[in-house]
């Protein structure tokens, strides 16, 4: 199952529909329309987003001959039918404050946050990289790496976010709009590859249009170029991803207790095994005594004839 967890959120339902049938075009079987976030979470970034239904999306052009190509695809995990489409939130801001106030209690902590699938922040300062890594509660780590990064990728620093299963995020489209971008990026990825091994890295597009998506095998031959070991490159959109989505699920599950409590007096059942024993010698004992009686009998008589002779 391939996943790409980053597409940014668009107004124009055409592009919207057009991105959808190149992904299925592709082979992915999970999307994620992205919501980003600058500077504080107001009211504004509640979730909004509306997934397109399979037949609206079949319906537009080239829908058909997308699901010729999909049918073809021997990794496409599942019938176009079956594409699934996530909600994803990512934060951009240079405040811990800000940070904490969003993600510190989870999704289900604010209004802002509820309806998201997928919780992401964007830090723009070293001080939020580290919170980030250490005490938020999100999912994926994105970073901006068009750009020069404000901090260096040291191994300590991102250590413990590879330790609670947080994952870094790489995407991939901002390398096909310019050079400079383009230089930024391998710079940026093979720092992140090597401070963090290859591990809790996931590669996602960011394409705002359909132009910019590009095909599994495609995307895993591009990991390996930023220094990603062959093992951690496929897994990079597959099976990374799926961890991902299967510990984001568990924000919807509450914590609770068992209360058990007596609802009756105390009986106090009679000792069984005392009583067998009882039992048992009780009916033992006539047996006892008569083979006793017997024995007694048969010494009289002995004794009898003994004095006869």
Excluded at 144 to 149: A, P, V
């Amino acid at each position: 199952m391939f996943c790409d967890l980053c597409l940014p959120e668009h107004e124009d339902l055409y592009v919207q529909r057009d991105r959808l049938t190149m992904v299925l075009r592709l082979g992915y079987d999970v999307i994620a329309t992205d919501h980003l976030a600058t500077g504080r979470l107001t009211p504004q970034d509640r979730c909004r987003l509306q997934p397109l239904s399979s037949e609206a999306i079949l319906a537009g052009p080239g829908g058909e001959q997308a699901l010729l190509v999909r049918k073809a695809l021997p990794w496409a995990a599942s019938p176009a039918q079956d594409l699934k489409q996530l909600k994803r939130l990512t934060l951009s801001t240079d405040d811990p404050a800000a940070a904490a106030q969003a993600f510190a209690g989870g999704a289900s902590s604010r209004a802002e946050t509820a309806g998201y699938d997928l919780l992401a922040v964007q830090p723009l300062s070293e001080r939020l990289l580290q919170q980030a890594c250490s005490s938020l509660q999100v999912d994926i780590v994105s970073l901006d790496m068009s750009h020069r990064l404000p901090f260096k990728l040291r191994p300590k620093v991102l250590a413990p976010a590879v330790d609670r299963g947080v994952m870094f995020e790489i995407s991939y489209a901002c390398c096909l709009r310019d050079d400079t971008s383009r230089r930024m990026l391998f710079s940026n990825a093979t720092a992140l590859a090597r401070a963090t091994r290859g591990q809790n890295v996931i590669l996602s597009s960011g394409a705002r249009t359909a132009f910019e998506l590009r095909s599994p095998y495609d995307v895993i031959n591009l990991a390996t170029l930023f220094g990603l070991p062959e093992r951690h490159a496929k897994t990079a959109i597959s099976t990374r991803c799926e961890q991902l989505l299967a510990a984001a699920s568990l924000r919807s599950f509450h914590k609770g207790v068992i209360k058990i409590e007596e609802v009756g007096p105390a009986v106090n059942l009679p000792k069984l095994e005392g009583s067998m024993h009882k039992d048992a010698a009780s009916s033992s004992s006539p047996s006892c005594s008569a083979l006793g009686k017997r024995k007694s009998g048969r010494g009289s008589a002995v004794t009898a004839n003994a004095v006869a002779k």
